[in-house]
């Protein structure tokens, strides 16, 4: 009976596995490898090496305890190494399954935000695979989107006759000094404040002689 239950297990028959392993039980109530089998059944495991695979704790089931209980210390020595096993395997599966959902954040982003979420997932599994050499990369991506954005930003208003807009660009571009020609353009955008600011004293000393011009005028007549 014990051997059929164990056939109807590799061909995954879970029901007649089941029925079998209690037939045994009838005729034996503290036959353990009967107990194993009905463990087996439960995880839905073909052979008992797989126990060690299962997709849950197996250790708090009434079969396993049952199984240590009458089987003594060989078998539970051995139900034991699978339920470590098993924790070991369902760590690693989750590991993997984060693993997996950084890697498609990491492809799916497109800003500094996105690529700052991915690294914080690859942070939760730093040892698992190559996730530390991806979080670097996700962070070294942020940081690239962070100074284009600067860029950009600043870029957008050279063209601009405000001194002050002009001033600012140039210190947003004086943050990423090192990024693209931002050395280029701070000079740009000290000719152009310079230029600006020569043109309006330029303007102002104009302004200043009609302003006296039109005095005289007046006081003249």
């Known amino acids: ?26 005729l034996q109530p503290e036959c353990a490898e009967a107990y194993i089998g009905l463990l087996m059944v439960e995880t839905k495991t073909h052979r008992e ?7 849950e704790p197996i250790s ?6 049952k199984a ?8 539970s020595e051995r139900l ?20 997996e959902a950084a890697c498609r954040a990491m492809r799916a982003a497109k800003t500094e935000a996105e690529w700052k ?7 939760k599994i730093p040892s698992y695979k190559d996730a530390g050499e991806k ?18 930003s600043a870029s ?30 701070i000079a740009e955008c000290e000719r152009k404040i310079e230029a600006l600011t020569h043109m309006a004293e330029e303007e102002r000393r104009v302004a200043e002689q009609k302003m006296k011009r039109k005095k005289w005028l007046a006081a003249a007549t």
């Open 1 to 26: 009976l014990l051997t059929r239950a164990y056939m109807f297990l590799e061909d995954g028959d879970w029901a007649s596995a089941d029925e079998y392993c209690n037939k045994v039980l009838d």
């Open 49 to 55: 090496a797989d126990l060690s695979r299962s997709p």
């Open 60 to 65: 708090g089931k009434s079969n396993f305890i």
């Open 68 to 75: 240590c209980r009458f089987g003594g210390s060989e078998v």
């Open 80 to 99: 034991d190494g699978y339920h470590r096993a098993t924790l070991e395997y369902m760590e690693e599966q989750k590991a993997e399954k984060a693993y």
């Open 117 to 123: 979420a991915a690294a914080v997932q690859f942070e």
């Open 135 to 152: 979080r670097a990369e996700c962070l070294r991506q942020a940081e690239i989107f962070r100074k284009d954005e600067i860029y950009r």
């Open 156 to 185: 957008s208003v050279l063209n601009t006759k405000i001194i002050l807009r002009l001033e600012t660009a140039k210190k947003k571009f004086e943050t990423i000094r090192d990024y693209k020609d931002s050395e280029a353009k």
